[in-house]
């Protein structure tokens, strides 16, 4: 039976495990990344601890699914939230203390093979995965194989712009689809709107203190029937689903697939997704793309890194 370590490196927490070619895990578990101490050679070093937690000498390798851009030869770039990820080899670090094949992959991406082989992907052959939460991450999986570019990790989705005149983008450009369905930005379109004076349940349920709103309040507040709450997912998951025709258009995907916390809003995001494809994409390509939830879960992380072995 072939197994291989997957390795899911936050900016909080590493999460890892040992996991088979069926993508069931059999061993994980989850230590701190200490990014806070500043020093890369101290997470390199947490990474080290959970692979050989889950050491097996017959594993067939270790996938790494990491923050950042992330060349063909497994170099990393422009990390947030790490210290000093940028510009080194992170597959060449780990080749050499373990002596096994190691594949280095943007965790967007990596959660979209992931996905592809083990989770909501199964069956296809052309998906896109999209991880809804701060940002906007993402990745493509063509024909069966992960798409990755010239020489970097591809599919940087959440900074593809839809308004060239629009919102101002975390990344510094104007108009990217992240600063119209990424976390905060939601919550800061609600917070603009109850200072105009729109009447709304979040307001009582934050307790007046309009700085603890949050997704899931505002996804709890449109189950109660508020007017505001609906408002706003039905204008995040249009925005989503005008960007997402253009994809239609682009790459006639087989389905796609929404993943992260945000994707928990539930059904009213799901159809005014649907709904706004099927308007705006050509008709012969919207006709059978799918839009579904991720199937993956929590483990999502481990099970995609494994993944990338699985793959190579």
């Known amino acids: 039976m072939k197994t291989a370590i997957g390795i899911d490196l936050g900016g909080t927490y590493i ?26 050679d101290i997470v390199i070093e947490q990474i080290s601890t959970a692979i050989k937690d889950v050491w097996n000498d017959t594993i067939d390798g270790i996938g790494i699914g990491t923050p950042g851009v992330v060349d063909n030869n497994g170099v990393v770039y422009e990390a947030p939230n790490l210290p000093d990820w940028h510009n080194f080899n ?18 967007a991406n990596s959660i979209a093979y992931g996905e592809f082989l083990f989770g909501a992907g199964k069956g296809t052959r052309t998906i896109v995965c999209l991880t809804l939460g701060t940002g906007l991450g993402g990745g493509v999986v063509i024909n069966g194989k992960l798409l990755r570019g010239a020489i970097y990790s591809a599919a940087e989705i959440g900074h593809m712009p839809i308004d060239y005149k629009g919102r101002k983008c975390g990344c510094g450009s104007i108009g990217c689809i992240e600063a119209y369905v990424g976390r905060d930005y939601i919550v800061k379109s609600v917070i603009r709107k109850i200072k105009r004076g729109k009447k709304t349940i979040l307001t009582e ?3 007046n203190d309009l700085s603890k709103i949050t997704p899931k309040m505002i996804s709890e507040a449109y189950q109660k029937g508020d007017k505001l709450a609906e408002e706003t997912w039905i204008e995040m998951a249009t925005a989503l689903g005008a960007f997402l025709a253009g994809i239609v258009n682009l790459l006639n995907p087989d389905r796609i697939i929404l993943a992260g916390g945000i994707a928990q809003a539930g059904e009213i995001l799901f159809e005014t997704v649907r709904k706004t494809i099927h308007e705006r994409a050509m008709k012969v390509l919207s006709k059978n793309v799918e839009i579904v939830p991720a199937e993956l879960g929590i483990d999502a992380g481990i099970i995609s890194g494994a993944a990338l072995i699985f793959q190579s």
């Open 15 to 40: 999460k890892y495990g040992l996991v088979d070619q069926q993508g069931k895990i059999l061993k994980k578990g989850m230590i701190p990344t200490k990014a806070e101490s500043n020093s890369r």
């Open 90 to 107: 992170l597959k060449e670090i780990f080749e050499k203390k373990f002596n096994k094949p190691v594949v280095v992959e943007n965790d």
């Open 205 to 207: 349920m934050a307790e």
